[in-house]
């Protein structure tokens, strides 16, 4: 099958290539060469700009920071939606704005396209790993279609709902990452000013009541865990930034809504301070060095 990937990031680069290594045949565009030359060194096909990569392919699959970079990608008349094959199948992979995700799939439909929100969770140990969580919003024909291709990239892909439906669930699960995390450094804040070995702190909390995601596999406290952008001053994984952007999602969302989120939007000021800080590029995890 021939794959357009636009948006060769920290984690559209290793989902293209385990694409590559499920025999596809991958057409990809970035804008940071030096995210096209490794994915030319994997084996991939690169292209000239965003619409040449979908010149040929049966699908393409998009993956983008925010949703302004879907808008501008998608829409208008250098759109991709107005420059592809009618018969291409869309995926859009990035986390974005259920409005926006809707919104993108209706201009799609009106030109006779058929597209899906599918972002992901995992991180970008995940995507390596071909581990990803996939949460996809679209008609349940056209989820079984694409089952065979996210399989390749994860391990468990889940249909949420309708279009956008992917975003939602998406949407409440960062907001759910981000007030997790917050809670797991102040929980090992305060057994590392009572004494505590926070290593042993954690494998005790990890096996109560407490235990939850950050805490088993991505722990905050540098030392306690290797592989963890903690034991790697706080470099890769996933950006404060992008923390904060989905954070926004959320209460954004929830204002839209008039739904009552004051943890979530408690969180994203943390985030927000954090970031202002100078620590926007670092992993989120990084929350744990925050200075209240």
Excluded at 42 to 50: C, F, M, Q
Excluded at 51 to 61: G, P, Q
Excluded at 65 to 89: C, F, M, Q, W
Excluded at 200 to 205: A, P, R, T, W
Aim: proline content about 4%; glycine content about 12%.
């Amino acid at each position: 099958m021939n794959i357009g990937f636009i948006g060769l990031g920290n984690m559209g680069l290793p989902m293209a290539i385990n694409l590559l290594k499920a025999g596809h045949h991958v057409t990809g565009f970035d804008l940071v060469q030096s995210q096209l030359d490794a994915f030319a060194t994997a084996g991939g096909k690169v292209a000239t700009s965003a619409n040449a990569t979908a010149s040929n392919a049966d699908v393409v699959i998009t993956m983008l920071p925010a949703s302004r970079h879907v808008e501008d990608l998608y829409l208008g008349d250098s759109g991709l939606l107005a420059n592809i094959n009618p018969k291409t199948l869309l995926i859009d992979c990035s986390t974005i704005s259920p409005k926006v995700a809707q919104a993108v799939a209706s201009a799609a439909k009106t030109k006779g396209l058929v597209m899906v929100d599918a972002p992901v969770s995992g991180g970008t140990a995940g995507a390596q790993a071909g581990t990803l969580t996939f949460m996809v919003g679209g008609e349940n024909s056209v989820v079984e279609c694409i089952r065979p291709i996210l399989e390749k990239m994860g391990k468990n892909i889940f249909h949420a709902g309708g279009s956008g439906a992917g975003q939602t669930v998406k949407v409440c699960n960062n907001m759910l990452l981000g007030i997790q995390m917050l809670g797991t450094c102040e929980a090992l804040h305060l057994g590392i000013a009572n004494g505590l070995d926070p290593k042993v702190l954690s494998d005790i909390m990890s096996k109560s009541s407490g235990r939850n995601w950050a805490l088993e596999l991505y722990n905050p406290c540098p030392g306690v865990m290797e592989n963890v952008p903690a034991s790697k001053g706080y470099a890769g994984g996933f950006g404060v930034d992008l923390m904060l952007k989905d954070m926004g999602l959320a209460t954004e969302n929830a204002q839209d809504l008039a739904a009552s989120v004051p943890l979530g939007q408690l969180a994203q000021q943390l985030y927000e301070a954090h970031s202002k800080a100078g620590n926007g590029q670092l992993d989120f995890s990084s929350v744990f060095n925050l200075k209240k």
